[in-house]
């Protein structure tokens, strides 16, 4: 089947505009990831979603960061206010988590550059 | 949580085997062990991923002693398409809390 998918490739905004950037991820993955990584670094974790309880936001950085999850399968990460230093490659991943270990699944990224 | 730990930086040639280890000194009962590779401009991919003592695939082999504080990814006879970073990643899910640790990763330099 189909991979995690993510939309846009490439997002050129402006200071001071909102983004939403979309993950599609595999389908029955009941967990959905956010994660931002800077140009030569790690893996910054921003917000985990597991089936339906609340999910774990406790990596966003700012209020103007949201993300959101509908029906159990796609989600939106909404920057609002965008500044320079948001500029950074937005990875998705999903996961169907059991007993033990799990694999995550990444998709390509979304590459956004803040003017 | 576990912090994770790993080199930031290895140059092998091809042919050789590299090994690159991360140390977890606070390493919980439940949590797995997980290695990622990630290429530019591509998302992280799963290697291998290992509980406790050795675990191999056709990729790689993954050592991890019986305290569990550390482990070893081990890739046999390297090619240059190996070049890649190289993440470790600690932790495990629990409900909804998100309990993972990723290394800042290992970026792995092969050369002829």
């Known amino acids: 089947g189909a991979g995690v998918s993510q939309s846009p490739s490439n997002k050129v905004t402006e200071k001071g505009k909102d983004v939403e950037l979309r993950c599609d991820p595999i389908?029955?993955?009941?967990?959905l990831y956010w994660y931002r990584q800077s140009l030569g670094q790690g893996l910054e974790f921003l917000i985990y979603?597991?089936?339906?309880?609340?999910?774990?936001k406790s990596g966003l950085p700012s209020d103007r960061f949201s993300a959101e999850r509908t029906g159990g399968s796609v989600s939106t990460l909404t920057i609002q206010r965008t500044q320079q230093e948001d500029s950074a490659v937005y990875l998705c991943?999903?996961?169907?988590?059991?007993?033990?270990?799990?694999?995550?699944?990444f998709g390509p990224g979304t590459r956004l550059l803040v003017l | 949580l576990a912090k994770t730990t790993q080199p930031i930086s290895m140059d092998s040639y091809e042919g050789q085997e590299v090994n690159i280890t991360c140390s977890h000194n606070n390493i919980a009962t439940n949590d797995y062990i997980t290695w990622y590779q990630q290429f530019p401009s591509q998302g992280p991919r799963f290697i291998i991923q290992g509980y406790k003592t050795k675990v191999t695939n056709e990729v790689a082999s993954l050592f991890i002693p019986a305290d569990r504080k550390s482990s070893t990814l081990s890739l046999p006879r390297v090619s240059l398409s190996d070049t890649a970073v190289y993440y470790c990643l600690v932790g495990s899910l629990r409900d909804s809390n998100y309990q993972l640790i990723w290394g800042a990763g290992t970026k792995l330099i092969i050369k002829p």
């Open positions: 389908s029955g993955h009941t967990a």
């Open positions: 979603f597991q089936g339906n309880s609340a999910p774990d």
């Open positions: 991943a999903s996961s169907s988590p059991g007993q033990g270990g799990e694999t995550q699944y």
